[in-house]
């Protein structure tokens, strides 16, 4: 019998157990989180409910393969009771990680650790509620910047200015190295804000940086067709009251300052130009540099591989089989470059093979190719010395208390009647304690029905 572990449960550790298990194989799953989903249950943006009732329906049915079995509140690295190596002892068949990109991209700024200061992925989760992250000081002020120009960004943005239970931001400037033809965010995304934009101080940063766009050949005149539709109506004064969305282009921070009380009062940035090179724009900072009067900033760059993981690392990824023979295996199969040798049976998919790539049916893509040479290398694999119940025991003396598929059923049912009980749509508990102890009512209350 060829058992297999996934570790994390996203849409990527999911979809490869689901492949995985339709190949017959035990899957036992092993998630940080209670429950599963990822980002797709603490990323996605709260109120896409429709998208995200369709992945948690997609999931339960992974869930119901009867060979797929899940242990949630179990991470699993180098710092937790957990490690790869005690994965490895058990002796499971294949080992795949899809963990996502749970580090944090550092620029390495003077002044990153003072407070007000965020990763997006931290803020994020921490408004889809996923603990710890709720029990975290994510406060914002009235002015707040947000570096980057991508989908996560406009998340951010629609947050704070939309649907945030207390709204605090009367600016949120979009602090971005390049100019407005390298916005990576989807029109459609952008929809929900563009009516904050500031009209009159976009037209004045256009004009600001027009002679670099010319520069590098870019038509302003073009940027309604290709990102800002908004332009193609003529500017009007901002409403008085409303909070400001701005654009603050061709810039990189460079130092951020707090005041006395320790939290970021500015964002000092460089200056950047634009260049040209083999069709692709680039930039780089000049000596000039300026301020931004900030006291809330929030990085929306991208996310790295988390280093604490503890599988062989370069730079911002574990490290992936470089062999060219049969590059596209090679791009799922983990490597130890010390040794210079494949790491047998370990296979990385979703973002934990590739940080911050795409949207769920990408990772669900990645995770079904990867399954697929898992499949191949358990053909001739060893079988395993590993069951649901070793496992469950090993997590027991280890003192954990895992999550089974029948806990996250009584879990769901506790929201749901919480969710009555206050006449929301949806509910979700904010702590690790709080969901433990619903699991534990719901069960009690199953034993003396
Ligand atoms: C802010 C934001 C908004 C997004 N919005 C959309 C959207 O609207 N539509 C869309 O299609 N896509 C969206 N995406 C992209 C989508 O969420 C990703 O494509 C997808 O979730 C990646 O899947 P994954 O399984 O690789 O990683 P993740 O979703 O990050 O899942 C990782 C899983 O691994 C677990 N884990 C992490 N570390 C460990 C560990 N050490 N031990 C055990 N388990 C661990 C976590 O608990 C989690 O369950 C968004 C992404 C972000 C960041």
Same mark, same amino acid.
């Given at each position: 019998?060829?058992?297999?572990?996934?570790?994390?449960?996203?849409?990527?550790?999911?979809?490869?157990?689901?492949?995985? =298990?339709?190949?017959?194989?035990?899957?036992?799953? $092993?998630?940080?989180?209670?429950?599963?989903?990822?980002?797709?249950?603490?990323?996605?943006?709260?109120?896409?409910?429709?998208?995200?009732?369709?992945?948690?329906?997609?999931?339960? #049915?992974?869930?119901?393969?009867?060979?797929?079995?899940?242990?949630?509140?179990?991470?699993?690295?180098?710092?937790?009771?957990?490690?790869?190596? &005690?994965?490895?002892?058990?002796?499971?068949?294949?080992?795949?990680?899809?963990?996502?990109?749970?580090?944090?991209?550092?620029?390495?700024?003077?002044?990153?650790?003072?407070? =007000?200061?965020?990763?997006? #992925?931290?803020?994020?989760?921490?408004?889809?509620?996923?603990?710890?992250?709720?029990? /975290?000081?994510?406060?914002?002020?009235? /002015?707040?910047?947000?570096?980057?120009?991508?989908? +996560?960004?406009?998340?951010?943005?629609?947050?704070?200015?939309?649907?945030?239970?207390?709204?605090?931001?009367?600016? +949120?400037?979009?602090?971005?190295?390049? *100019?407005?033809?390298?916005?990576?965010?989807?029109?459609? %995304?952008?929809?929900?804000? %563009?009516?904050?934009?500031?009209?009159?101080?976009?037209? %004045?940063? $256009?004009?600001?940086?027009?002679?670099?766009?010319?520069?590098?050949?870019?038509?302003?005149?073009?940027?309604?067709?290709?990102?800002?539709?908004? $332009?193609?109506?003529?500017?009007?004064?901002?409403?008085?009251?409303?909070?400001?969305?701005?654009?603050?282009?061709?810039?990189?921070?460079?130092?951020?300052?707090?005041?006395?009380?320790?939290?970021?009062?500015?964002?000092?940035?460089? @200056?950047?130009?634009?260049? %040209?090179?083999?069709?692709?724009?680039?930039? #780089?900072?000049?000596?000039?540099?300026?301020?931004?009067?900030?006291?809330?900033?929030?990085?929306?760059?991208?996310?790295?591989?988390?280093?604490?993981?503890?599988?062989?690392?370069?730079?911002?990824?574990?490290?992936?089989?470089? &062999?060219?023979?049969?590059?596209? /295996?090679?791009?799922?199969? $983990?490597?130890?470059?010390? *040794?210079? #040798?494949?790491?047998?049976?370990?296979?990385?998919? =979703?973002?934990?093979?590739?940080?911050?790539?795409?949207?769920?049916?990408?990772?669900?893509?990645?995770? @079904?190719?990867?399954?697929?040479?898992?499949?191949?290398?358990? @053909?001739?694999?060893?079988?395993?010395?590993?069951?649901?119940?070793?496992?469950?025991?090993?997590?027991?003396?280890?003192?954990?208390?895992?999550?089974?598929?029948?806990?996250?059923?009584?879990?769901? /049912?506790?929201?749901?009647?919480?969710?009555?009980?206050? =006449?929301?749509?949806?509910?979700?508990?904010?702590?690790?304690?709080?969901?433990?102890?619903?699991?534990?009512?719901?069960?009690?209350?199953?034993?003396?029905?």
């Amino acid at each position: 019998m060829k058992t297999v572990f996934v570790v994390g449960a996203g849409p990527a550790g999911m979809f490869a157990a689901q492949k995985i =298990g339709q190949g017959g194989h035990e899957v036992i799953i $092993l998630n940080r989180d209670i429950k599963p989903g990822g980002l797709a249950e603490y990323g996605i943006y709260p109120t896409k409910d429709k998208m995200k009732i369709g992945l948690r329906k997609q999931f339960a #049915k992974v869930l119901s393969l009867p060979n797929v079995h899940y242990f949630g509140h179990v991470p699993v690295s180098s710092q937790s009771r957990v490690s790869i190596s &005690d994965l490895k002892e058990l002796g499971p068949s294949a080992i795949v990680f899809a963990v996502g990109a749970q580090g944090t991209k550092k620029l390495g700024l003077p002044g990153e650790q003072v407070s =007000g200061v965020y990763a997006a #992925k931290d803020f994020v989760y921490s408004y889809n509620l996923l603990p710890p992250f709720t029990s /975290r000081d994510f406060s914002t002020g009235k /002015r707040v910047a947000i570096v980057g120009m991508g989908n +996560v960004m406009v998340d951010i943005a629609r947050w704070l200015l939309i649907d945030a239970p207390v709204k605090t931001a009367e600016e +949120v400037v979009v602090v971005a190295r390049r *100019g407005p033809f390298e916005a990576k965010f989807d029109k459609k %995304e952008f929809d929900y804000i %563009e009516e904050f934009l500031d009209r009159k101080a976009f037209d %004045e940063e $256009l004009r600001r940086i027009q002679p670099q766009l010319s520069a590098v050949g870019q038509d302003v005149s073009k940027l309604a067709e290709e990102t800002f539709p908004v $332009l193609a109506t003529p500017a009007a004064d901002h409403p008085a009251g409303k909070p400001r969305l701005r654009f603050r282009f061709l810039c990189s921070p460079q130092a951020i300052h707090a005041d006395a009380g320790g939290r970021i009062d500015r964002l000092n940035v460089a @200056e950047n130009v634009l260049f %040209e090179r083999d069709g692709s724009i680039g930039c #780089k900072a000049t000596e000039q540099s300026a301020d931004l009067d900030v006291d809330t900033m929030i990085f929306a760059i991208g996310d790295v591989a988390d280093p604490a993981l503890g599988l062989p690392y370069n730079r911002d990824s574990y490290v992936i089989n470089p &062999d060219q023979s049969d590059p596209k /295996r090679a791009a799922y199969e $983990l490597f130890d470059p010390q *040794g210079g #040798k494949v790491l047998d049976g370990m296979y990385a998919v =979703g973002w934990a093979r590739k940080a911050s790539d795409g949207l769920v049916g990408i990772a669900r893509h990645d995770a @079904e190719v990867g399954a697929v040479h898992v499949l191949k290398y358990l @053909e001739t694999a060893r079988d395993s010395n590993t069951n649901v119940a070793q496992v469950q025991n090993f997590l027991e003396r280890k003192g954990l208390q895992a999550v089974s598929k029948a806990d996250l059923e009584c879990l769901a /049912r506790a929201e749901e009647k919480q969710a009555q009980k206050n =006449g929301v749509p949806w509910f979700k508990f904010a702590e690790d304690n709080a969901m433990l102890a619903a699991i534990e009512a719901e069960k009690a209350k199953a034993v003396t029905a």
